[in-house]
């Protein structure tokens, strides 16, 4: 069973929306802080935001900053990140993934599984 797998990509046109899900397997969802990550073409993977597991303590990169928001419903198993005014610069594949860390930072060290990944495709 894949641990994470995340959903919600698409085609927006810059100033649009997305909300991009990360949904856990197994029963132990709520002792990880999840975070998301994205990779343009040619770039490397950076991060983007962060959240504790019990939702308290959020991280955004700087790029993001009050365009994106991060939240979690650890009865669903699930993450979300909403993503308004979309950028060109924002496109890109979007990763979820976990870290059993009680404060997990901004380095892909700090997770353990990833998910697959979701397009998302940012038109100007």
């Known amino acids: 069973q894949v641990p994470l797998v995340e959903s919600g990509g698409g085609l927006v046109q810059a100033g649009g929306s997305l909300r991009l899900s990360c949904v856990a397997s197994g029963r132990t969802f709520s002792t990880y802080a999840v975070g998301w990550f994205r990779q343009a073409p040619g770039k490397e993977r950076e991060f983007v935001s962060v959240?504790?597991?019990?939702?308290?303590?959020?991280t955004y990169a700087d790029s993001v900053k009050g365009r994106f928001t991060i939240s979690r419903d650890n009865a669903k198993n699930m993450v979300y990140l909403q993503m308004d005014n979309l950028k060109p610069e924002d496109a890109a594949i979007y990763y979820c993934?976990?870290?059993?860390?009680?404060?997990?930072?901004?380095?892909?060290?700090?997770?353990?599984?990833w998910g697959q990944g979701t397009q998302v495709t940012v038109s100007s």
């Open positions: 959240i504790s597991r019990g939702g308290a303590r959020i």
């Open positions: 993934a976990r870290s059993k860390l009680l404060v997990a930072g901004k380095g892909a060290s700090d997770y353990d599984y």
